[in-house]
Structures are given as structure tokens and as C-alpha cells.
């Protein structure tokens, strides 16, 4: 399979900004945190290449062209904020689209290979990523989860950041988000997956 051309700068996709955003939690719930939490989201804001082309256009071709340069964009600040991919624990991805694009469009990057397997590799993760997306006016907010990179059922790593975002994205473009955390939430203590007991609807029944 011969692999598609990609873009070798972000002005050559037409990106606008890129920002970075990390957040250092040091006390919750009253009490200091065993260590800082440090959760960092990275976005572009860029053209949003679709317009005009309606619904039944292929969002595939130009998606292999630009997607990897973000990712490496994305992934390369994220690493940079937390000391490397050693030190990610989490991660999570978005995209919002300004109102004149299809949700799709959105999804068109962060859904494909194209983005996501390159993010995962360059973060050392194998869970799939979760993620948001959305349509929305400039300076909104988005809230934005994040699981574990390699153990995605870890309930302590079940975390969300909120990000602002001024200025993006104007109508006719998008925003493509990468989100990584060193550590679980805060003082976890709701048990996880692997040792909680079997709960099923029968608890209904128990003492009736």
C-alpha cells in the first residue's frame, strides 16, 4: 500500500494558532495531592478544508495530508509539558467545528488513522483514545475526557479537563485538540474495575 503525501508544515495546512494549556493540581478536596496532577491539552486551529463540498464529499484524502503533521504538532508540545512520554499516563483527543462545518469534518481528523494511531505511538500508548466532539461559536468551552494510555478500564485514570477556547473556532474553520495527563485523578478511592464485586440487576430483587 503506497502511504499518502503529508503535509511537511502547519502553513501548509492553514493553521491559524496553536496553543498549549497545562493545568498543575497541587491540593483537592481540602488536602495536598500525593504529588502535583499535571493534565495539558495542545490544539490547532486551522481552515476547515470542506466547506462547500456537501455530505457526500471524501474526507479521507485530505485527512492522510494533514492529520499526521498535527499529530506530530499536538503530541511533540504534550511531551514537551510533561517531561516525555514516560511521564503520560493519559490521554484523549477533540475537535470543534465552527458553525459552518459539518461535525463530521471534525471527526474526519481525529477519528482516522491518519491522527490517531500517530498520536497514540508518539505518547507510547495502546488504548484506543477517548474523546469529544462538538460545533461551536468562538470562545466556548470544552469539557474533555482522558483515560489511561495502556490500560483503558483503569477507573483511576478516568479524568477530564476543561479548556477554553478564545478566538476558535471562527465559522469556517476547526479545532483538532490533543490531551495528555502524568497521573491518576486526585485521591482516587472508588475501587476499579478489576476488583469491584459482580453487580447485575439482580440487586433488585435481593430481599423482595
Given at each position: 500500500m503506497q502511504m499518502p503525501n503529508i503535509a511537511k508544515t502547519l502553513s501548509e495546512i492553514h493553521v491559524r494558532a496553536v496553543r498549549t494549556v497545562v493545568e498543575e493540581v497541587h491540593?483537592?478536596?481540602?488536602?495536598?495531592?500525593?504529588q502535583p496532577w499535571r493534565v495539558a491539552a495542545s490544539y490547532a486551529?486551522?481552515?476547515?478544508?470542506?466547506?462547500?463540498?456537501?455530505?457526500?464529499?471524501n474526507l479521507t484524502?485530505?485527512?492522510?495530508?494533514?492529520a499526521?503533521?498535527?499529530?506530530?504538532e499536538l503530541a511533540g508540545r504534550l511531551l514537551e509539558s510533561l517531561g516525555g512520554a514516560q511521564q503520560v499516563a493519559g490521554f484523549g483527543k477533540a475537535a470543534v467545528v465552527g458553525l459552518d462545518g459539518e461535525i463530521e469534518h471534525g471527526g474526519a481528523f481525529?477519528?482516522?488513522?491518519?491522527?490517531?494511531?500517530?498520536?497514540?505511538?508518539?505518547?507510547?500508548?495502546s488504548s484506543i483514545i477517548c474523546f469529544s466532539e462538538s460545533r461551536a461559536e468562538p470562545s466556548q468551552s470544552l469539557r474533555v475526557p482522558l483515560w489511561h494510555k495502556t490500560a483503558a478500564a483503569t477507573r483511576d485514570y478516568y479524568q477530564s479537563m476543561e479548556i477554553h477556547l478564545p478566538?476558535?473556532?471562527?465559522?469556517?474553520?476547526?479545532?483538532?485538540?490533543?490531551l495528555a495527563s502524568d497521573g491518576p485523578r486526585p485521591h482516587p478511592r472508588i475501587g476499579d474495575r478489576n476488583t469491584?464485586?459482580?453487580?447485575t440487576l439482580a440487586i433488585f430483587e435481593e430481599g423482595s
Open positions: 491540593v483537592e478536596g481540602g488536602s495536598v495531592t500525593a486551529v486551522l481552515q476547515n478544508p470542506w466547506l462547500g463540498q456537501g455530505t457526500t464529499s484524502e485530505y485527512a492522510a495530508y494533514a499526521p503533521i498535527i499529530a506530530k481525529i477519528h482516522t488513522p491518519y491522527f490517531g494511531n500517530l498520536f497514540r505511538e508518539f505518547l507510547e500508548g478566538d476558535a473556532p471562527h465559522a469556517d474553520e476547526l479545532v483538532v485538540m490533543g469491584d464485586p459482580a453487580v
